[in-house]
């Protein structure tokens, strides 16, 4: 007999667990079963799916990218009939910063002035004049267009030509951007730095500093007093772009009155709670965003329901 399950999270990080069980729980408010996978059930899991001892409506994998021990079984349950939570071959076109940054544009969003350069392996000479350097300004931001994950291969505060030389040996067959550096101005005395979340349709801006990594809800006053509604409008052009499911973005305003994407798409979010640890999400955030993925569930689960009884009843 088959043990069905309407989703199961795969997960590898230790901090991950205080997520999962806020998920678990919003899930169990909706009556609906969850799974989770991490390192001392995957083998289990993927002998059982085989086995066709048990079967999924959805899937989230918040481990595959890091550890190759989740790769079989998420590709076992994606080769299946189940709903991905950010497809991988959608997360492959929505992490290249190059590819985000050129259709951003088109889109009208306002990025920071960007020049993007060929991987090293394909053109090995940096074609870069001294009047582009000038425009990018001092000091620099270096980002590989591919890698991703806590900031791995950035370069804040590059302020030469050998800077971008030297940067381009750690990822030799990535592209890179090379990016002014946004100064942010301020807003009611916060500095005007956001981290938006989204999530199947709902947008949670946060305000975030870039330096001490701290979060603060965005109010409903702040969102209409400050012109803040600007973001969930921004984060919403992004997932038209990126089209991901579950997803984080950072967007500055600057004194000119802008709000420029600073870092465009993050597909797996630091979900630690604030509670716990202090540059953490606000507990609340945490929260409303597993009710979503609960609600959107459920809501998937009922038009089904009601798509199946449809048919049956002419």
Same mark, same amino acid.
């Given at each position: ?39 001392? $059930?995957?083998? /289990? ?23 190759? $021990? ?32 050129? /259709? ?75 990016? /002014? ?120 689960? $009922? ?5 199946? $009884? ?5």
């Amino acid at each position: 007999m088959t043990r069905h399950f309407h989703l199961a999270v795969a997960w590898d990080w230790e901090f991950d667990r205080e997520f999962v069980e806020v998920l678990e729980f919003c899930l169990h408010a909706e009556n609906l079963l969850f799974y989770s996978i991490s390192h001392h $059930n995957t083998l /289990e899991t993927l002998r059982k799916l085989q086995k066709e001892e048990l079967s999924f409506g959805a899937f989230l994998d918040r481990a595959s990218d890091a550890d190759e $021990n989740f790769t079989a079984l998420s590709r076992a349950i994606r080769n299946s009939d189940v709903l991905s939570i950010n497809p991988p071959e959608v997360v492959q076109h929505a992490i290249d910063k190059a590819t985000m940054h050129l /259709e951003f544009l088109t889109k009208g969003l306002h990025v920071p002035f960007t020049i993007i350069i060929s991987p090293y392996n394909k053109k090995r000479e940096v074609e870069l004049s001294l009047s582009d350097l000038a425009r990018l300004g001092r000091p620099f931001i270096i980002k590989p267009a591919n890698t991703t994950g806590g900031g791995v291969g950035v370069i804040l505060g590059a302020e030469t030509l050998k800077d971008v030389v030297d940067s381009r040996q750690h990822h030799k067959n990535d592209k890179y951007l090379l990016q /002014e550096k946004i100064q942010p101005t301020f807003l009611n005395g916060q500095k005007g730095w956001f981290r938006v979340f989204y999530v199947f349709g709902l947008v949670i801006p946060c305000w975030w500093d870039d330096e001490t990594h701290l979060y603060k809800t965005v109010t409903d006053s702040e969102l209409m007093s400050l012109g803040l509604q600007q973001l969930i409008d921004i984060t919403t052009k992004i997932w038209e772009v990126c089209r991901l499911d579950f997803f984080s973005t950072e967007i500055a305003a600057t004194p000119k009155g802008k709000f420029v994407i600073v870092d465009y798409v993050n597909d797996i979010c630091d979900m630690r709670l604030q509670s716990k640890h202090g540059d953490g999400i606000p507990d609340q955030v945490v929260l409303d965003i597993c009710r979503q993925i609960a609600f959107h569930l459920k809501s998937r689960l $009922n038009q089904r329901r009601e798509s199946m $009884n449809v048919l049956d009843f002419p």
